[in-house]
């Protein structure tokens, strides 16, 4: 009797069989793949790029890309990474293009060790987020964020924000792991010492 | 443990990489060390805060609008493809 066993296959991204269909010419497979993943590009290229409309045309060029590239994909990365990388390399074009003289990758601006150090010991309020209304808010994180160095930001978007493990960021932005980690803390550091000065329990009232 | 060893290894412990002893000598750490204890809380607040918000939304009127734009370019590319083959 025939049994229904085999549909397991170690169980294989549902991505795969989607980039198969598209293999094969078929575009509504694209349009879930772009469905699943296009707030995250733009996200990934706005913290990048920090401009909204650079963001944007990074969306179209990455999907376009990856399209015309798909029959490169080995599938021993997750297609999403894949994506990632190549949205990266797009948004580091974009951001070289903006400050034509300036060389602009990760590796700038990570040679401070400005902020990574804490210096601000106060403790935070109780849900301090609450103290501030949704657009406040929304500022505050987002100035925040915009004043680390892009290779920082980056980091701490793919981990953090985007959820990516170590491994699968240090494969999207052609890092080693330990230099991964190493933005990551620095990052980390540094958004929190900036958010302090915002959520700290204000002097006077400390215990 | 000092406090920068402590720090060094605080990525790890979020991520809960470290080993049964370190996480105990990082505990032991904190509990005599208020600026790494507070350091280590508000850390992980931050991290939370941003994981809540979603700061870059795409509005969906401009979303629908990427994915046609990026699907009529795949059209006509696949359209090439098979004019070439032909």
């Known amino acids: ?207 | 443990m000092n406090c920068t060893e402590f720090l060094a290894n605080l990525t790890d412990y979020f991520d809960a990489r470290t080993a049964a002893s370190l996480r105990t000598e990082l505990q032991q750490h904190m509990a005599n060390c208020s600026h790494c204890y507070v350091t280590l809380n508000t850390t992980r607040q931050t991290i939370e805060i941003y994981r809540n918000e979603e700061l870059f939304e795409l509005p969906e009127p401009i979303r629908v609008q990427l994915q046609q734009a990026v699907l009529t370019k795949c059209a006509s590319k696949l359209k090439q493809k098979k004019t070439q083959h032909s």
């Open chain 1, 1 to 207: 009797m025939a049994t229904t066993a085999t549909t397991d296959e170690n169980a294989i991204h549902p991505d795969l069989a989607l980039i198969e269909k598209v293999k094969a010419g078929d575009l509504s497979a694209f349009e879930q793949l772009m469905r699943q993943y296009d707030r995250q590009i733009f996200r990934i290229a706005l913290h990048i790029t920090q401009n909204r409309e650079d963001a944007e045309d990074i969306v179209q060029d990455t999907f376009f890309k990856a399209f015309q590239k798909l029959a490169q994909f080995q599938g021993n990365s997750k297609f999403y990474t894949w994506l990632v990388r190549i949205a990266v390399n797009e948004s580091l074009m974009r951001l070289r293009k903006r400050k034509s003289q300036k060389t602009v990758s990760m590796d700038e601006d990570i040679q401070t060790e400005e902020g990574s150090i804490p210096r601000d010991f106060a403790d935070w309020m109780p849900n301090p987020e609450q103290n501030y209304n949704q657009a406040e808010l929304a500022g505050i994180l987002r100035r925040t964020i915009q004043g680390l160095p892009p290779g920082f930001r980056t980091v701490f978007a793919l981990r953090d924000i985007d959820g990516l493990s170590t491994e699968e960021t240090a494969q999207a932005l052609g890092l080693s792991v330990p230099a991964v980690k190493s933005r990551l803390l620095r990052a980390r550091l540094q958004l929190r010492e900036r958010l302090s000065r915002y959520f700290r329990v204000p002097t006077g009232e400390q215990a």
